[in-house]
């Protein structure tokens, strides 16, 4: 075969050579990660512009593994605006989950590892004391006065001891004081993650069974998420929560909430993961392909209830899907990806109404339209490059029918089009106004 | 390229034929049921049951492909499994081939492992974190003998790209492919067998457009070459429309319609199949979309509605509706759906 020429085959004594040079690589980023106690102005940054929730500049996230570096994230670049939508579209396997992953900071390590670029975050933290404790915010009553619960005295110490009504959320949740920090992702300690994790970013996982426990019944996996980032919610207020939540992804509650994930269907297990999603209202929500398990009319169902919410708390969405259509209805921006790098942004509508890069174009004609008889359907021809052995030129050359001599040369600079509009590619070279950040 | 699959059709061509035959109908299913027991009393008895799938029928015959489409949790995978036979079912009756294997025990089943397959929905879960890509495509192949051991890695490899796999996963293992690249390894492994039928439960959801293209056009070439019958579970109706030649529409357990897929998409007769197709979203932001979002709550499938299962959510809902079970009817030829709308259409009575 044609194809096996280019394989090259690597002997047991490099492959040794490369385990080895990974396991040096990678203990050096995970040492980095796991260091008892890392100061804040390592993570604690800016954002390029306060409208943006999330920037990502500049992202790589490598895979060190036996046979080679998969550079599945190979600089990576776009922004999330404050309250709105954006769409992640691209071939299957160009770094799509690899990117949201890394924004999470749930890459698989050891072998998987951001090795360069900033995921910038705009938090809002929950204040902390000197003592480390959160500082609760209490019920004024119409004087300003806060409200006393009870008064006890110590009888050890003498001391009195006053307990006041603290604020709380329709839940029962105990509210805390909040601050503004913007977090650098990548930098950040583990325990600020988790922290984030769920509570202000939520990921819908590509595939529902890794955000669900097998041998836990659905009530009891949604319950312990709200219990976890709600400090001082009773047990019956997180199960209300949890049966709010479900009824909005379409799902009777009585009818899941005692049942095993195995015994759900497909369609309702993602349902169960995008209630989990929501369940903290988290101001941003990355959709990891969240409706392609769903039929047409749930899908309707959950596009308008994740537009709901993201009007409600003012939060923002990042969109992975390979529908076209969801992204049409869904999408502010599009942010289409090929082979581990962004190759082209833009408004939806320039996206659609005006596709420029000819691997747009390509993903555009071969979707299938119902009521248009074709026998055959249009599909992009060749393959992508392999990952660890990625050319200099641009990565869809190869695959491209309108290569010119100028495509051997180096990887094609971003060319602005339009003020929203840019574009990896030499066909546009000449709409000048290059070199652009996206 | 040496066409590796061509070469070993016509080798196991004559087994497989089996001329006799030719007009056998290559899956039968009648009146098919399963039901998951959900309460039991004190000593384990079932008091209450979930009708996952039931009492659906259909035909399929060989070469053919049969689209099912349907709400979330309507019994689509619980059907596909049980044509498989991958679970018990509570009643009626599967022919593949024209021999009932309804009562087939494992072991009897056995040989008929290669000759039916199936794509499962969630790739994640049905692929071995311990195999090789190339261990995952081929041990079957090696187990079934489907081409002489000297040149099983090169038909591996062929099926592999075949599928849009490059030939350098075939060292790596499931953990690391991403979700539409662990899909096509699942599709890659079922065809790598070269069965008579293959159950496809979503296979293409979790692709790109432009790979999706690229494997429904090798599931149709695939189907030309070796007559392969498929019944093909998808939520996207463009890529239903595109395979299929028959579409059954199902709704909590039931087959509420079904029928030549032109006539199904040229004139939808149930009304929630109406509703589901103009629920499509449509790739152009520019025009607005009309959809007809289905209110009121998904019943439950363990304590479904009386009479006509969709009432509850109908907007033609009548009096007769709320008591009485539809039966299904012929409406046009070979069109057939179970709605009160139409009790007054000339077709006669299904069952
Ligand atoms: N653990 C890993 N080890 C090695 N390579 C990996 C690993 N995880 C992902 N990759 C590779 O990284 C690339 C990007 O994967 P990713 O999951 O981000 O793709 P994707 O864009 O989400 O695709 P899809 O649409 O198919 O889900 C793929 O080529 C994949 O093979
Ligand atoms: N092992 C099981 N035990 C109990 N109930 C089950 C089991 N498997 C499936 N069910 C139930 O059977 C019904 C049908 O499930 P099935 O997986 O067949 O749906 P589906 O049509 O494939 O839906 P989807 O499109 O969401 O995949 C669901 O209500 C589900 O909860
Ligand atoms: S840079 Fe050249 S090869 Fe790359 S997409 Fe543009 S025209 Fe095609
Ligand atoms: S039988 Fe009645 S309730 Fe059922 S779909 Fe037809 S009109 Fe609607
Ligand atoms: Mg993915
Ligand atoms: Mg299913």
């Known amino acids: 075969m044609a194809e096996n020429k280019h394989v090259h085959r690597i002997s047991a004594k490099e492959l040794r050579a490369t385990a080895k040079q990974n396991i040096k690589i990678t203990k050096r980023y995970e040492k980095l990660k796991k260091r008892k106690y890392i100061p804040e102005s390592e993570y604690v940054t800016e954002m390029k512009d306060s409208n943006n929730v999330l920037e990502i500049e500049n992202l790589h996230t490598y895979f060190f593994t036996d046979v080679g570096t998969v550079k599945a994230v190979n600089s990576v670049s776009f922004n999330i605006p404050q309250g709105a939508t954006v769409g992640i579209v691209g071939e299957s396997g160009c770094g799509k989950s690899v990117t949201s992953l890394s924004v999470m900071g749930l890459v698989q390590g050891p072998t998987g590892q951001v090795v360069d670029g900033e995921i910038r975050f705009k938090s809002e933290v929950l204040k902390t004391d000197e003592k480390g404790k959160y500082i609760p915010v209490y019920e004024l009553d119409e004087n300003g006065e806060k409200i006393v619960l009870s008064e006890k005295i110590n009888k050890r110490t003498g001391e009195k001891i006053v307990t006041y009504k603290q604020k709380q959320d329709e839940t029962g949740g105990y509210i805390f004081e909040k601050e503004s920090k913007v977090y650098n992702l990548v930098r950040a300690p583990r325990s600020e993650l988790a922290k984030i994790r769920g509570r202000e970013i939520a990921m819908i996982f590509q595939e529902p069974m890794t955000s669900l426990n097998p041998v836990f019944t659905i009530g009891q996996q949604l319950d312990e998420v709200y219990l976890l980032h709600n400090p001082g919610v009773s047990k019956e207020g997180a199960k209300a929560r949890t049966y709010d939540m479900l009824k909005l992804v379409g799902i009777i509650p009585e009818n899941v909430y005692t049942r095993y994930p195995h015994e759900l269907s497909g369609g309702m297990r993602q349902r169960v993961v995008i209630a989990m999603a929501l369940m903290c209202n988290p101001r941003l929500i990355i959709g990891d392909e969240p409706t392609t398990a769903l039929d047409v009319t749930i899908q309707a169902q959950i596009l308008e209830l994740l537009r709901d919410i993201k009007t409600k708390i003012n939060g923002s969405i990042m969109l992975i899907t390979h529908d076209l259509g969801v992204i049409a209805e869904m999408a502010d921006f599009v942010v289409v990806m090929y082979a581990g790098r962004v190759i082209e942004t833009g408004t939806a509508m320039e996206i659609f109404c ?47 029918d309108r290569a010119c001599e100028k495509c051997s040369g180096e990887y094609p600079a971003y060319v602005q089009v339009s003020p929203t509009h840019t574009v990896a590619c030499y066909l546009y070279q000449d709409q000048k106004k290059e070199g652009a950040d996206v | ?194 069965p008579e039928l293959i159950i496809c439960d979503e296979p293409v959801s979790a692709l790109d457009v432009s790979i999706q293209a690229q494997i429904i056009n090798l599931l149709k070439d695939m ?56 629920a499509i979203p449509n790739p152009d932001p520019r025009v607005k979309m009309h959809r007809q979002i289905l209110r009121g709550d998904i019943p439950s499938p363990s304590n479904p509605p009386s009479g006509c299962k969709f009432h509850t959510r109908c907007e033609k809902c009548m009096e007769i509706c709320k008591t009485q079970v539809p039966v299904s009817r012929e409406v046009e030829p070979e069109h057939f759906v179970a709605c009160h709308l139409y009790n007054d259409a000339k077709g006669n009575a299904d069952e």
């Open chain 2, 223 to 278: 189907q030309k070459e070796m007559n392969i019958a498929y019944v093909f579970i998808s939520h996207d109706l463009s890529v239903v429309e595109h395979i299929s030649d028959e579409i059954a529409v199902m709704y909590l357990g039931n087959m509420v319609e079904k029928g030549p897929k032109t006539n199904i998409f040229a004139n939808p007769l149930h009304p929630y199949t109406q509703a589901l197709f103009s």
């Open chain 1, 354 to 400: 005006n596709p420029l890069h000819p691997y747009t174009i390509g993903l555009q004609k071969s979707k299938p339209v119902v009521n248009q008889n074709k026998e055959r359907l249009y599909s992009i021809p060749g393959n992508v490059p392999n990952p660890i052995e990625m050319p200099t030129h641009c990565y869809f050359k190869d695959r491209c």
């Open chain 2, 1 to 194: 390229m040496s066409n590796q699959v061509e070469e070993m059709q016509n080798e196991v061509a004559p087994s497989v034929a089996e001329q006799a035959t030719a007009n056998t109908p290559i899956l039968e299913v009648h009146n098919l049921k399963k039901y998951f027991p959900v309460e039991s009393n004190f000593f384990g008895k079932p008091t209450r049951y979930l009708r996952a799938v039931d009492d659906v029928s259909f035909t399929l015959q060989r070469g053919k492909t049969i689209g099912i489409v349907g709400e979330s949790g309507c019994g689509k995978t619980t059907m596909g499994r049980s044509i498989l036979k991958l679970h018990d079912i509570t009643g009626g009756q599967i022919l593949f081939d024209g021999e009932d294997i309804t009562k087939y025990t494992r072991s009897q089943m056995r040989p008929f492992r290669k000759r039916m397959q199936i794509i499962f929905q969630d790739p994640y879960s049905s692929l071995s974190p311990r195999l090789n890509i190339g261990e995952i495509i081929g041990e079957a192949v090696k187990v079934h003998n489907i081409v002489p051991a000297s040149k099983h890695k090169e038909y591996v490899r062929e099926i592999m790209q075949k599928c849009g796999l490059q030939s350098h996963f075939y060292d790596r293992y499931p953990h690391e492919f991403s979700g539409g690249q662990r899909q096509r390894i699942c599709i890659a492994r079922a065809i790598a067998l070269q």
